[in-house]
């Protein structure tokens, strides 16, 4: 059986953050003015037209529709302040709150238009996407590329297609080492239940417990190191 290697899982571990460009954000934007009008429309016609005005059936459709779609716009609107990407993953930075998705949970790194879109799932399984310029985050963009031709290659579509980018932008950050206690190995299912039970895949972070190591990682990584 092979025998991954236990110091990956104690390796440093650093990322890069971006701030992330206001481009695009005109859709949102958009959105947000159509839904603010919509909300207004549902309230006058629900509560503040004239007594003997003849109801508006649509009223509070446009209301509760023009809400959500408000709600929604200041949602979208103020996230992706900073873009975080490295061994974690890709990571996106709302205020205070992080949503990372680790490279073994990407599903495609593609264009979109003239984007970038990176989707799959976050660390808790819900569904992630990511959508960059590619002249104005063409920093962050590139790097998501490298470093997912790197690590993940089967899911990256984007035939011969070159991002450049400068390695020396963004702001290193050193990442705390992973805690696999609890994480379920990637081959098996079972529930790694000690720290010194767990190896860890080097290029995409999947983890195995040591009795279920296969001799590649799912994402193409030789583990008989």
């Not at 059936?57 to 302040?81: H, M, Q, R, T, V």
């Not at 932008?169 to 990442?175: C, E």
Request: with cysteine; glycine share 10%; hydrophobic share 45%.
């Amino acid at each position: 059986m092979a025998k991954a290697n236990k110091k990956t899982k104690n390796r440093a571990r650093t990322e890069r953050r971006y701030q992330a460009s206001s481009a695009g954000n005109w859709v949102t934007f958009a959105a947000g003015g159509i839904s603010a009008a919509a909300m207004g429309g549902g309230t006058y016609a629900q509560l503040l037209r004239a007594a003997d005005a003849a109801p508006i059936p649509a009223a509070p459709w446009l209301l509760a529709g023009g809400a959500l779609g408000l709600a929604a716009a200041i949602w979208f609107g103020g996230s992706a302040s900073a873009i975080r990407v490295g061994d974690g993953g890709i990571a996106t930075e709302r205020g205070d709150s992080l949503t990372r998705m680790p490279w073994y949970a990407v599903t495609s790194v593609a264009l979109s238009g003239d984007a970038l879109l990176a989707e799959g799932k976050d660390d808790k399984g819900a569904a992630f996407s990511l959508r960059l310029s590619r002249t104005k985050d063409a920093n962050a963009a590139g790097r998501i590329v490298a470093e997912a031709r790197m690590r993940v290659p089967s899911v990256v579509n984007l035939g011969d297609d070159t991002f450049g980018y400068d390695e020396q932008t963004g702001d290193l950050i050193q990442l705390e080492p992973l805690h696999l206690q609890g994480k379920h190995c990637s081959a098996s299912d079972t529930v790694i239940t000690f720290e010194a039970d767990a190896r860890l895949c080097p290029r995409c972070e999947r983890v195995y417990h040591r009795a279920h190591v296969p001799e590649a990682c799912a994402c193409g990584a030789a583990l008989n190191v």
